[in-house]
């Protein structure tokens, strides 16, 4: 499956400088909105210690990790939601992914102009979210005047949906993002077909100075209270070190990290944060010809993850040979996982875990 996050924000918060450290492909970075007119798409393969220990086990011809894509999508502008600046681009691009990443900028720069003239998170944060909240209005107010004509005649669907609908109008007219509206999961089929913009899950990316990467500034903090309730989680990134760490080469880069204090690069932590939002898990197939990792949603059972490989292998599923990382590494190989009797196999009803091991019998 191809995860797919935007990211997105006011002109000049660092979008584009971020989005050309993290991925292959290189966007136009420039003092001045709107110089990324289309959205530029970079594969960045995501990183998984895992996949060597496999390789040193399995000794494959290749190894293949899996990958996410980062959509760097034109700046936003008050007045979007009716057209102004690349609304209409930007709202149709943002539709498509399965999660927002939201750069604030939350770092003073007299070189770099603040659209609104003055760094503000907060202010930042607002003007993006009340332009898709109106934009998702505007889609559920044209959806309940398609269904009132219809709800007239007794249709008792069309009248079921009217309530909810009505609900998700009166919340977004609130200003509050569609994400946050509680409702029963089967009524949510409703605005399904709308695929709100709100309704998307959001990671807040404070793209702060290098002194501030670590502990963070006061920006970060105004913005961590605002967001209180919305129980989504803020990452400290700056972007002028994630350029630098995309020069140069893995020992370079440790060494680099040491420098500031960090673990992990920025990358890392942004691809952890966005499997965790979306509640993604990996597992791995291994064998002479390859070792390879697979992205799946936790909860998924063991036919429907088979089918991420192909179609095959979930229609006429059989069974999953699955092994744990743990055994394979004490025993050194999968026959002497199978002598010693670690091997399960398990039916269609088998619910695959993080790091499973597993290899798939299907009828073709």
């Not at 930007?90 to 659209?115: G, P, Q, S």
């Not at 807040?204 to 989504?232: F, H, M």
Request: glycine content about 6%.
């Amino acid at each position: 499956m191809s995860l797919q996050c935007g990211i997105v924000g006011l002109p000049n918060v660092g979008k584009s400088t971020l989005f050309n450290a993290l991925s292959s492909a290189k966007a136009e970075a420039a003092n001045f909105p709107f110089c990324t007119i289309e959205p530029n798409v970079g594969v960045v393969t995501v990183p998984d210690s895992r996949l060597k220990v496999l390789e040193e086990l399995v000794n494959p011809q290749k190894v293949i990790p899996t990958t996410i894509e980062f959509v760097d999508i034109a700046g936003l502008v008050k007045g979007a939601s009716k057209g102004e600046g690349l609304g209409n681009k930007f709202l149709a691009n943002i539709r498509e992914v399965d999660a927002i990443l939201h750069v604030i900028r939350c770092f003073e720069d007299d070189n770099v102009v603040h659209v609104a003239g003055s760094v503000d998170p907060v202010f930042d944060k607002e003007v993006i979210d009340t332009e898709l909240q109106l934009k998702d209005l505007e889609s559920v107010e044209k959806k309940i005047m398609r269904l009132e004509k219809i709800a007239k005649s007794g249709d008792a669907k069309a009248k079921k949906q009217l309530v909810t609908l009505q609900t998700y109008k009166s919340h977004l007219e609130g200003g509050k993002n569609a994400r946050s509206i509680e409702v029963a999961e089967e009524d949510k089929e409703a605005v399904a077909d709308l695929f709100l913009l709100t309704a998307k899950p959001v990671i807040y990316v404070a793209n702060v100075d290098e002194a501030s990467v670590t502990s963070g500034n006061q920006y970060v903090e105004t913005l961590k209270e605002s967001i209180v309730q919305e129980q989504a989680e803020v990452l400290l990134i700056s972007a002028a070190i994630e350029s630098q760490i995309a020069e140069l080469d893995p020992e370079e880069r440790s060494m680099f990290l040491e420098e500031y204090g960090l673990e992990e690069s920025g990358l890392d932590r942004l691809i952890r944060a966005s499997y965790r939002l979306l509640n993604l898990i990996t597992y791995f197939t291994a064998g002479e010809k390859e070792v390879r990792a697979w992205t799946v949603v936790n909860g998924w059972k063991a036919p429907k993850a088979a089918g991420v490989i192909h179609t095959d292998f979930e229609k006429g599923f059989i069974k999953a040979e699955v092994i744990k990382l743990g055994d394979y590494q004490q025993y050194g190989s999968e026959v002497a996982v199978k002598e010693a009797g670690k091997m399960a196999i398990e039916g269609k009803e088998y619910t695959v875990e993080d790091g499973d091991i597993m290899h798939f019998r299907f009828n073709v």
